[in-house]
């Protein structure tokens, strides 16, 4: 079993994805030789609106070239090779038919069960042929498998690879699996899976994937917090008064309710996506850049954190949810929840973080808002106003804003809530920016885990978020309703008022266009 990688020529390609420094890139591993990427689940709703749309965006890039990569597309529904390539076609845009043709006759298809043996000798015997084919004078066999699957077939899928589709150990090179979320429904159904996975993959082989570290504003995070000395001293206790993290949808599950009701907006968007901000927001400076030292830090920040309350805690579920027929009648799974956070540490000690996700919301946006306390001897009385506020949009229209108190133009001396505003669209217009998808591939395909979670910093998140779960789970908490269109449950907005929040009234962020220069 071959679990590390050699080095040789920088892999193709032009325009790099990273937003860190060059010479982080360059500090990759990169590799030439043979590239199998076997999509598992090919014809599933995430292999074709994710996984392929971003494997052919790195082969438009030139980060995958046509005389290096296959892809493999593993099914257990009987197709054809233009079968499969006919079923992804409508999902890659952005490209004329002749470059659309060359990357789609990259894609084969096999089939198979995914707990048979048959299957999977069958997808074995179809990379080795590939590879032989190849003039592959570096003898260097990658093979990355993303499993676009449910996590129930997790452990026998996982297995058949170890099995039967390794990279031969006669040459170099690598296996890579990449799992998708969710990795469990508490700490020990997570600690199960991962248990049945570390025997038989090295960590190092393991890429759990959660797709808010690829966005472009998460994986700044990093270079505002630590590359720019106006932070460095009001990123603390003393300066900052509470972080908000918010995740709003503006619809609701859209026939996924039974999918949806066994998991609940807890563990489908605040124990991963949120929490995973929230560690970037709060970690302290790791000692370099190196994907094990930042995920070090994201671990102390973890395990750095109270038991939650339950005082600090609102659940919501909007009206008409279970009007679903595959959702119980007597489902108590919030749709909405507002989590309050606290960090047991000399930085954050006494700063609320809150962490809020929901569905049939106002609005459709996610970002990050840290609200500074007030200017002490407010001798322009303009405190009603609103605090200074750091906010960073994720999505959609990604931006960073400085919300401040200004004098209004005119001969009065008054004050105003403005903005100092870093708004992607007009900065960096023309500027592609990667889908989350594109970096975390291009990621596995480096050997950078910098970016996807370690299995004990899955372990500490499901030891933050279980006993509050399995408390929801026995109806301890009991969600309250709330209409579709709205902000939420009213009690929400009280637990904020509570944890010292202060709400800009007056005042709304508009995105600059290049229309109105």
Known sequence: ???????????????????????????????????????????????????????????????????????????????????????????????????????????????????????????????????????????????????????????????????????????????????????????NTAEELSAELGQLFQEEQLYRIDHYLGKELVQNLLVLRFANRLFLPLWNRDNIANVQIVFKEDFGTEGRGGYFDQYGIIRDIIQNHLLQVFCLVAMEKPVSLKPEHIRDEKVKVLQSVEPIKHEEVVIGQYDGYKDDPTVPDDSNTPTFASVVLRVHNERWEGVPFILKAGKALNSRKAEIRVQFKDAPGDIFRCKKQGRNEFVIRLQPSEAMYMKLTVKKPGLEMATEQSELDLSYGMRYNGVKIPEAYERLILDTIRGDQQHFVRRDELRAAWEIFTPLLHDIDGGKLRSVPYKPGTRGPQEADELSRRMGYVQTHGYVWVPPTLSKV
């Not at 296959?70 to 499969?84: C, K």
């Not at 995914?114 to 990658?142: C, H, P, Q």
């Open 1 to 187: 079993m071959s679990g590390g990688s050699s080095e040789s020529s920088p892999l193709s390609g032009q325009n790099s994805l990273s937003s860190l420094s060059i010479s982080k890139d360059n500090e990759l591993s990169s590799e030439s030789g043979c590239l199998s990427i076997v999509v598992l689940g090919a014809s599933g709703d995430l292999a074709k609106k994710k996984t392929f749309p971003a494997l052919f965006h790195l082969f438009q890039q030139g980060f995958l070239q046509s005389g290096e990569v296959h892809i493999f597309g593993y099914v257990r529904s009987n197709l054809s090779d233009d079968g499969l390539r006919e079923r992804i076609r409508g999902y890659l845009k952005g490209a004329s038919d002749e470059h659309l043709s060359q990357f789609l006759q990259l894609v084969k298809y096999v089939s198979g069960s995914y707990d048979r043996v048959e299957g999977f000798e069958l997808l074995n015997k179809a990379i080795s042929e590939y590879e032989t084919s190849k003039n592959n004078d570096s003898g260097s066999y990658r093979r990355l498998f993303y499993l676009a699957l449910p996590p129930s077939v997790y452990p026998s899928v996982c297995k058949m690879i170890r099995s039967y589709c390794m990279s031969p150990s006669s040459h170099t090179g690598w296996t890579r699996v990449i799992v998708e979320k969710p990795f469990g429904k508490d700490l």
